[in-house]
């Protein structure tokens, strides 16, 4: 054997695209779960292929999830991956700093999340949803996801904004949002300043955004108003430099949180219920552990919340065959190994929630709807940390888990005991040309308003 035969490293195996530039782009837009699902059964927990020029490594099963989120910043970097959102968080910030500083920004935020806080949140929660539903009638249809993403827009800006943010949330605001969110798809991930209508609105609604909220953080410094919220947490903070964050950083950030958190919980809310109401053998269990934690007309409270926890099965049930982020990536900074294989620095590494969830070696018959999997007898999720990743892991860990679990146990508390909801449609399938992967709308829900026998 040669010393260059020793030398050649076990590269992972290649999916072959069909086209030589393109790859496997346009099928990965269509339905990227599918895609990645033949990889994995193809080649198991690592696999390359060519997605519009760029090598992707992809990594399935706990193992290999395990690898990706305990890499090092400076060899798998977010960084680069996700410049598509520099446009719409701002000029340093976030994903357009360096990791520390984007580390530094992201601790601002804890001081909003601490106990007393949450436990104010959840007030607020309860407030918004009752009015919210308050606005439906006796009997009817609603787009669940739109309904969803209206009540969550509230919820975030009421606990992360402010009393007087929600007060000035607009119409405008909502269509500013919707454009926001109109310049996040997969061709942002590689080219996010494409002179493309949705990118050129994209621009022009953060620019608005800014001015926006700049009109608020100068009222409330204005008038000496300090808030329970968010915006006070960073207008208070202050860099180790002992410098304070300026008006557009402050937006910039409350973008990311806003940005990272409204819609994503939007679109866990919707599948949960639709998912429920899919399997309803599991409802009576639901409606009697609401019963026992809310009956006599008890308020909500972070530990009658805490308490819901049939309800929180079948959450992180949704969250599991429905993660609303299907792909995170890394761009690859330094070479790296992996069992054996070899790859090189340049590319994208990915893993995918929505693949390494649908895999037995942690989730009992994976593709069944089973809440009761994650009750502590069973407790499927423990086989790894890495085994539910619909929240990240690692130091990149989601930072507002606990706010989104509590945000759709309020939510659903107050639908199902206001209201007897079936489905209207046979299927409910995912959409995949949306960043977020909600369920493909129209996804009409019907309702009835409920009443007391008293
Ligand atoms: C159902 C709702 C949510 C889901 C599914 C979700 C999912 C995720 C995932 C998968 C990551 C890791 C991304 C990666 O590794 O590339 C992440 C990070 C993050 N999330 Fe969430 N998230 C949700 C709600 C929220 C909320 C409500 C907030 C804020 C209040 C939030 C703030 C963040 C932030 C700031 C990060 C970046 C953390 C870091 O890089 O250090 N998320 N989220």
Redesign the pocket.
């Known amino acids: 054997m040669t010393t260059s035969a020793i030398n050649i490293k076990k590269t992972p195996p290649v999916l072959r695209g069909r086209f030589p530039y393109l790859g496997y782009a346009l099928e990965l837009q269509r339905n990227p779960i599918d895609f990645l699902q033949r990889g994995q059964e193809q080649f198991g927990e690592i696999f390359s292929f060519l997605l519009a020029g760029s090598n992707v490594t992809f990594l399935t099963g706990y193992k290999a999830n395990e690898a990706f989120?305990r890499a090092a910043d400076d060899q798998f970097s977010?960084k680069e991956?996700?410049q598509f959102t520099v446009p719409i968080f701002g000029k340093g910030i976030?994903y357009d700093t360096t990791p520390d500083r984007?580390?530094e920004q992201?601790g601002f935020?804890f001081p909003?999340?601490r106990e007393e806080r949450m436990q104010a949140y959840a007030g607020f929660m309860a407030t918004e949803a009752q009015a919210y539903f308050d606005t439906w009638g006796e009997s009817g249809e609603v787009d669940l996801l739109a309904a969803m993403n209206e009540l969550t827009v509230f919820i975030?800006s009421r606990?992360?904004i402010g009393h007087e943010f929600r007060q000035h949330l607009s119409t405008e605001f909502a269509s500013l949002y919707h454009d926001l969110e109109g310049g996040i798809n997969l061709l942002a991930f590689f080219q996010p300043y494409l002179p493309l209508p949705s990118f050129r609105r994209r621009d022009k609604a953060r620019t608005r955004m800014v001015e926006l909220i700049s009109q608020i953080i100068a009222n409330r410094r204005a008038k000496g108003n300090e808030g329970e919220d968010?915006l006070q947490a960073l207008m208070n903070a202050r860099y180790a430099d002992g410098t304070t964050l300026s008006e557009d950083n402050i937006t910039g950030l409350l973008l990311?949180?806003?940005f990272?958190?409204?819609?994503?919980?939007?679109?866990?809310?919707a599948w949960t219920g639709i998912l429920l109401l899919q399997h309803p053998q599991y409802l009576p269990a639901i409606m009697a552990e609401q019963q026992a934690v809310f009956g006599n007309g008890k308020t909500f409270s972070l530990e009658r919340l805490r308490q819901l926890v049939i309800l929180e099965r079948s959450i992180k049930e949704a969250?599991r065959l429905r993660?609303?982020?299907i792909m995170?990536?890394?761009k690859i900074l330094r070479d790296f190994e992996y069992n054996g294989y070899h790859v090189k620095a340049g590319g994208l590494a990915m893993?995918s929630?929505a693949v390494s969830h649908r895999l037995p070696e942690c989730f009992r018959f994976p593709n069944s709807y089973d809440p009761d999997r994650f009750n502590p007898e069973r407790a499927e999720d423990r086989k790894s940390t890495y085994a539910l990743?619909?929240?990240?892991?690692?130091?990149?860990?989601?930072?507002?888990?606990a706010?989104?679990?509590q945000?759709?146990k309020v939510i659903w508390s107050v639908l199902l005991g206001r209201f007897d909801l079936e489905l209207v449609h046979q299927n409910y399938e995912p959409d995949y040309t949306t960043f977020?992967v909600g369920p493909r709308q129209p996804c009409l829900i019907r309702y009835k308003r409920k009443y007391k026998s008293d």
């Open positions: 989120f977010q991956a996700y976030a984007m580390s992201l935020i909003a999340l975030a606990c992360l968010f990311t949180l806003l990272a958190g409204q819609h994503t919980s939007a679109v866990l809310a969250e993660p609303p982020l995170l990536m890394r893993v929630p990743i619909g929240f990240g892991g690692g130091r990149h860990r989601c930072i507002g888990q706010f989104a679990y945000q759709i977020v």
